[in-house]
């Protein structure tokens, strides 16, 4: 069993919402990342910086239901 299956709700709510952070953050950083690709004429890079910062915003609300969820 992992250590989160173990862990107490008010723990699995501070650690969701750590998570929903995190993935916000990296969203934010993909998004700039792939604006900067985008007009260096990058686009192969650009593109998948924006997959990456799709993938980070429908992570980052996942999470952030979950943790209301479970609230």
């Known amino acids: 069993m992992s250590k989160s299956a173990k862990a ?3 723990e ?6 750590s998570t929903a952070s995190l993935a916000i ?3 934010q950083m ?4 792939a604006t900067m ?5 990058l686009t192969m890079l650009a593109y998948f910086l ?3 910062r799709v993938e ?3 992570k980052s609300r996942e999470h ?8």
């Open 8 to 10: 107490a709700p008010t």
């Open 12 to 17: 699995m709510n501070a650690h969701e919402a």
């Open 25 to 27: 953050y990296i969203a």
């Open 30 to 33: 993909a998004g700039e990342l």
């Open 37 to 41: 690709a985008d007009r260096s004429e």
């Open 50 to 52: 924006n997959l990456a």
């Open 56 to 58: 980070a915003e429908t």
């Open 64 to 71: 952030a239901a979950d943790s209301r969820g479970r609230a």
